[in-house]
Antibody, heavy 117, light 112 residues
């Protein structure tokens, strides 16, 4: 069974940093593109970033370019999102997902990031 | 960016009755490989989203066959043949043909 377990969320001040982690199991992690998708409180879904199977290609939504970095450790079946210079509008639940057939097929339970003073 | 527009945004349905959600894209979602990367997701209250349909009409494993997807080009539809109580939640369409991937605003299905 595919499992994706996010961690690392919490309360951070504007301008601060946070690193999210996602532990993957139940599938061959190194064979899959991976993604982060977020959902602001009471709002819809927004794609944040994607990373290729071997980490050689990375893509970001414009609003986080230069501030967020997606990375992966295939040896440890882990996905990461380093978030710097956080803003109030980054407040959201962040989901770790697999990316196949042009969409997000498996989702974690999400981790809440709150940016507030 | 490709804009995905769903309608209606609110959908009250009687149990056992059919339901239909429309999704329109601002440009054709046919990719150069001939595939159309249009997905449908369900998000039940308090839960993570779950993909129901990929490439317009392919059901994910475990998705009941009362859910079906159809459409082409820029117009797509998710249909539920007979709504059950467990279908309450928000439904999103999403395109993966172009970067960045984009979602519709969501359609909230409730029981009348």
């Amino acid at each position: 069974e595919v499992q994706l377990v996010e961690s690392g969320g919490g309360l951070v001040q504007p301008g601060g940093s946070l690193r999210l982690s996602c532990a993957a199991s139940g599938f061959t992690f190194s064979n899959y593109w991976m993604s982060w998708v977020r959902q602001a409180p009471g709002k819809g879904l927004e794609w944040v970033a994607n990373i290729k199977e071997d980490g050689s290609e990375k893509y970001y939504v414009d609003s986080v370019k230069g501030r967020f970095t997606i990375s992966r450790d295939n040896a440890n079946n882990s996905l990461y999102l380093q978030m710097n210079t956080l803003r109030a509008e980054d407040t959201a639940v962040y989901y770790c997902t697999t990316y196949t057939a042009g969409g997000f097929d498996h989702w974690g339970q999400g981790t809440l990031v709150t940016v507030s003073s | 960016d490709v804009v995905m527009t769903q309608s209606p945004l609110s959908l009250p349905v009687t149990l056992g009755q059919p339901a239909s959600i429309s999704c329109r894209s601002s440009q054709s979602l046919v990719y150069s490989d001939g595939n159309t990367y249009l997905n449908w997701f369900q998000q039940r209250p308090g839960q993570s989203p779950r993909r129901l349909i990929y490439k317009v009409s392919n059901r994910e494993s475990g998705v009941p066959d009362r859910f079906s997807g159809s459409g082409s080009g820029t117009d797509f539809t998710l249909k539920i043949s007979r709504v059950e109580a467990e279908d309450v939640g928000v439904y999103y369409c999403m395109q993966g043909t172009y970067w960045p991937p984009t979602f519709g605003q969501g359609t909230k299905l409730e029981i009348k």
